[in-house]
């Protein structure tokens, strides 16, 4: 059963729209390569999200480094201006 202006939608989405072919062991196949292909796909997600983190960590200790110098600079010139 199709349903009208839909078919464009599975389109859209990269994904052929396949009848089947009768062919048991042949649908199996095409079946099983499809999930090989998605469970890639979140695996290089996973470490690419892994990544994100990672990154994400080293920007808030850059931040709060650079926060501390910020401090640091700031009582630097305080007490050059009290010398003055």
Do not use: C
């Not at 202006?5 to 095409?30: C, K, N, Q, T, Y």
């Not at 695996?43 to 910020?70: C, I, P």
């Amino acid at each position: 059963m199709s349903l009208s202006g839909f078919d464009d939608v599975a389109a859209g989405w990269g994904a052929p729209i396949h009848e089947s072919s009768g062919d048991l062991v042949r649908d199996a196949m095409v079946k099983e390569k499809i999930i090989r292909e998605i469970t890639a796909a979140q695996e290089d997600l996973q470490v690419l999200l892994e990544r994100v983190r990672s990154v994400e960590k080293d920007v808030e200790k850059l931040g709060a480094g650079n926060a501390t110098l910020q401090m640091y600079i700031d009582n630097l010139t305080m007490q050059m201006a009290r010398r003055r």
